[in-house]
């Protein structure tokens, strides 16, 4: 069985690095955004036999509640990576023998993008790095706890180091619109120049 997971943080804390352009409550209103597109999209995605949002936040545990999405609601949160391995060996107690574990920042990623991960899962792990190669926008692991999250700095060189040293298979993928995050100034450019009519360009639009 697969489980895509998607943890999110306490969107007040989001995006530190927007700081200079936008004020916390815009930062906030933009993770939130970008929430509800993620779900929305993981939410049209086939071939999986759970979809999980891992988060502390009540509002966006509501949220993918009424959209039919389970929740493993955390009472607190060290750090992603803390938040994806404890959410990843809980989908194994449920069943789950694949986690795709994805980022709620990829305002241009696809269903057919993460339907990729999901035909491609197979013993071992499957890796999306970011556009500039260092970060890790999605994991696949099989099984689950194959190898830790590393997620932060060079975490897509852990992670494929984790996994050469355990000598387990891993992939390198790199769909288009998952390599896309938006982290900073310069992504945020990016994404009124690539996507101006997507939902997330016009309400930075208005700002």
């Known amino acids: 069985m697969i489980f895509a997971l998607l943890p999110v943080k306490a969107p007040k804390n989001a995006k530190q690095r927007l700081s200079g352009l936008f004020t916390p409550q815009q930062r906030e209103i933009l993770a939130r955004a970008m929430f509800e597109e993620a779900l929305a999209t993981l939410c049209s995605v086939e071939g999986l036999a759970r979809r999980v949002v891992v988060t502390s936040d009540g509002i966006a545990a509501a949220r993918a509640r009424s959209s039919g999405v389970e929740v493993f609601y955390e009472t607190e949160q060290l750090s992603h990576s803390a938040s994806a391995d404890a959410a990843a060996r809980r989908a194994a107690a449920l069943g789950a023998t694949t986690?795709?574990?994805?980022?709620?920042?990829?305002?241009?990623?696809?269903?057919?993008?993460?339907?990729?991960?999901?035909?491609?899962?197979?013993?071992?792990?499957?890796?999306?790095?970011?556009?500039?190669?260092?970060?890790?926008?999605?994991?696949?692991?099989?099984?689950?706890?194959?190898?830790?999250?590393?997620?932060?700095?060079?975490s897509f060189r852990k992670h494929v180091s984790q996994a050469e040293e355990a000598g387990v298979p891993v992939k390198v993928l790199r769909p288009p619109g998952l390599l896309f995050d938006i982290d900073t100034p310069e992504d945020v450019a990016e994404l009124l120049a690539r996507a101006p009519s997507s939902r997330i360009a016009a309400l930075l639009r208005s700002w």
Do not use: H, K, Y
């Open 99 to 154: 986690v795709i574990l994805l980022p709620i920042d990829v305002p241009l990623a696809t269903r057919e993008e993460i339907e990729m991960l999901v035909a491609g899962a197979e013993p071992g792990v499957i890796v999306v790095p970011s556009a500039d190669g260092s970060g890790t926008n999605a994991l696949v692991r099989t099984p689950p706890d194959v190898i830790q999250s590393c997620f932060g700095p060079d």
